[in-house]
């Protein structure tokens, strides 16, 4: 490898701020703060999702009101159905 071109490969504590856990590994992210954790002070990076909190990975499922984005839809768009389709720009 050429030297000086490579940015600095070393620890990361990334912390998950939605679901409040820490990971501890080996990253090239450049953060300026710092936390102690183990008894050792490493460089920090706070995440707002990671695999702790994402719903795939949790299994979670949030449920929406879809009731209401169906009848905000036809309102908005339901005249659109009844028409026909203009003769000769498909043909």
């Not at 620890?11 to 183990?38: I, Q």
């Amino acid at each position: 490898m050429r030297k000086d071109i490579h940015p600095e490969y070393q620890e990361v504590l990334f912390h998950d701020t939605n679901a409040d856990v820490y990971f501890l590994t080996r990253s090239t992210v450049a953060t300026k703060a710092t936390r102690e954790y183990e008894g050792k002070e490493y460089p920090y990076y706070p995440l707002d999702i990671s695999s702790a909190s994402h719903p795939f990975y949790t299994g979670e499922q949030r449920k929406t009101s879809n009731e209401g984005r169906v009848a905000s839809f036809n309102k908005r768009f339901g005249a659109f159905a009844g028409r026909n389709k203009k003769k000769g720009a498909d043909e």
